[in-house]
C-alpha cells in the first residue's frame, strides 16, 4: 500500500516514540493506541500542537465539519488556564495540582505559575500514556520551584493524593489550586453523581484558602452540534456527558466564587488591551461552549 507523507509521518513518529513503560524505560509496555482517536491528541490538534496522529485528525476532521468553532474554543479553553494561573499566583498561592493536564502545550502551567512566582510547584495527572511519554516538557521549571507527574484517572482521587509524586512535591495541609480544565465532561455520571463525587472527594482533602479552577463543556448553547460531537467521540471510545450551568455551579457548592462568578471560559477576566473598552476579540457564547468559573474554600 503506498503512504501518503502525513500517514509516513505518522509511521515515523510512531516509531520514534518511546512506548510508555516499555523495555527501554524498565516497565510494562503500555499501548499508546496511535490507531484510535484520544481526547488528549484530538484537543492538541486543535491547538495546532504536533503530537497528534492520523485517527485523531480524522476524528477531529469530523468534529470541525459539525462545530466549525473547535479550535477557537480549544485557544480559548488554554488562555482561561494562563489568566486563572496568573490571577491565582498573583494572589499568593504557590501550590498547583493540574488534573487532566494534556499534552505539553507552551506555556504550561508551571511556565505561568513560575513566571509570578519562581517558587511554585506543580504536580500534573493524566490518565492518557501518550501525555506521560511527553511529560519531560511538564517537568522543566524553575530552580526554586518544583513540578510533577503523576500518571492516574480522576475517577481515582485517593491515588492521585496519595501519589508519591504529589506528597513529595505539594504540602496539603498549605493552600493549593486544583485546576480541572476541560476534564469533567469525560466523566459521566451513569445514574450516580459520580462527577460530583470525584470532586468533592479533591476539595475536601484541600485546607482553607485552597481554589478549584474549572471549565466543562456544555451544550446549553450549542445543543445540536454537540449531539454530534458526543457520537463522534463515542466512535472513537471516548463518552462525553455536557452538563448545563446548574449542574456546572454545583461543582463549586460550599466555596466561594471570585468574581465574575460562572461565565462563558472566554468571558473571565478577558485580558484587555491598554485603553480599550471592549475584548478585542469577539466570540459568541455558541462557540465557546464551555463554563468557566474558580472558586476559593472559606
Ligand atoms: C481537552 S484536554 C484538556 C487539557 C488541559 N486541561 C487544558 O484545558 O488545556 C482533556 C485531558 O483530560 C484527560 N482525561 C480525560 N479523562 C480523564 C480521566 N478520567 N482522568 C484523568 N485525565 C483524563 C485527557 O487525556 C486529556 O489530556
Known sequence: MREDGRTREDRRRREDLPTCGDARMGGPVVDLQLDR????????????????????????????????????????????????????????LRQFLDIGTGLPTSP??????????????????????????????????????????????????????????????????????????????????????RAHTVVEALKSALPSGSALVMTHATADFAPAAMRQITRIYADAGTVLQFRPRATFLRFFDGWELLEPGVTLSHQWRPDRPEGATRATHHVIDAEASCYAAVARKP
Do not use: C, K
Not at 500542537?49 to 488554554?78: C, E, Y
Open 108 to 193: 504550561n502551567l508551571h511556565d505561568i505559575a513560575q513566571g509570578v512566582a519562581p517558587d511554585a510547584r506543580v504536580v500534573y495527572t493524566d490518565n492518557d500514556p501518550i501525555v506521560l511519554a511527553h511529560a519531560a516538557a511538564l517537568l522543566r521549571g524553575t530552580p526554586e520551584g518544583r513540578t510533577a507527574y503523576v500518571q492516574a484517572d480522576v475517577t481515582e482521587p485517593d491515588g492521585i493524593l496519595t501519589a508519591p509524586q504529589l506528597l513529595g512535591t505539594l504540602d496539603l495541609s498549605r493552600p493549593v489550586a486544583l485546576s480541572l480544565n476541560a476534564l469533567m465532561h469525560f466523566v459521566t455520571d451513569d445514574g450516580e453523581d
Open 37 to 92: 482517536a484520544h481526547s488528549s491528541r484530538i484537543y492538541d490538534y486543535f491547538l495546532g500542537g504536533r503530537t497528534n496522529f492520523l485517527a485523531d485528525r480524522v476524528a477531529a476532521a469530523r468534529v470541525l465539519r459539525v462545530f466549525p468553532a473547535a479550535q477557537t474554543a480549544a485557544r480559548i479553553n488554554r488562555a482561561f488556564m494562563h489568566r486563572t494561573t496568573r490571577v491565582l499566583a498573583a494572589a499568593g
